[in-house]
């Protein structure tokens, strides 16, 4: 069974960092593109950033990029999110998914919620 | 970017009723679309993927249609799981999902 597990959400103030974790099980991490998808409360879902099997290729959402890294560890089946320089506006529940496999996100984590507030 | 907006935002039906949810497309994404269900405090569950091709193990009552710029999702007789909010998501260019569309009971 496909299993995504999220970590390290919580309260930080503005211009701080927090790193989120995945855990991943349940299939061969390393064949799969992974991602992170988050939502804002009561708002629609954004995409943010991927990363490829091997870690050669990372994307990102215009309002993250030189703020997140996405990086991943497949000796851990583990995926990771960097986030520095938090804003207000980054503050949302945020996903894990499997994917993009062929453009779609078929597997997704149950999420952790990040504020951003003083 | 590519943007993408759904109609209705809100839908109010009853079980057994067919319902249809739109999404159009700012600019041509020929089939690469999906949509996705979500419920309350959940993640989001992949329905459908190029535009019409059912997700393993969804039910036959969901079904997909479009290409292009406007595409649909069909539920043709609902059941009470179904009252949920549902997305579109491009993935022509990176990814954008819709706004959403509430299915409520009515």
């Known amino acids: 069974e496909v299993q995504l597990v999220e970590s390290g959400g919580g309260l930080v103030q503005p211009g701080g960092s927090l790193r989120l974790s995945c855990a991943a099980s349940?299939?061969?991490?390393?064949?799969?593109?992974m991602s992170w998808v988050r939502q804002a409360p009561g708002k629609g879902l954004e995409w943010a950033a991927n990363?490829?099997?091997?870690?050669?290729?990372?994307y990102y959402v215009d309002s993250v990029k030189g703020r997140f890294t996405i990086s991943r560890d497949n000796a851990k089946n583990s995926l990771y999110l960097q986030m520095n320089s938090l804003r207000g506006e980054d503050t949302a529940v945020y996903y894990c998914?499997?994917?993009?496999?062929?453009?779609?996100?078929?597997?997704w984590g149950q999420g952790t919620l990040v504020t951003v507030s003083s | 970017d590519i943007q993408m907006t759904q109609s209705p935002s809100t839908l109010s039906a009853s079980v057994g009723d067919r319902v249809t949810i739109t999404c159009r497309a700012s600019q041509s994404i020929s089939s690469w679309l999906a949509w996705y269900q979500q419920k309350p405090g959940k993640a989001p569950k992949l329905l459908i993927y190029?535009?019409?091709s059912l997700e393993t193990g969804v039910p036959s009552r969901f079904s997909g249609s479009g290409s292009g710029t406007e595409f649909t999702l069909t539920i043709s007789s609902l059941q009470p799981d179904d009252f949920a909010t549902y997305y579109c998501?491009?993935?022509?260019?990176?990814?954008?999902f819709g706004q959403g569309t509430k299915l409520e009971i009515k």
């Open positions: 349940g299939f061969t991490f390393d064949t799969y593109w």
């Open positions: 990363i490829k099997q091997d870690g050669s290729e990372k």
């Open positions: 998914a499997r994917g993009p496999g062929a453009g779609v996100f078929d597997y």
């Open positions: 998501q491009q993935y022509d260019t990176y990814f954008t």
């Open positions: 190029k535009a019409s």
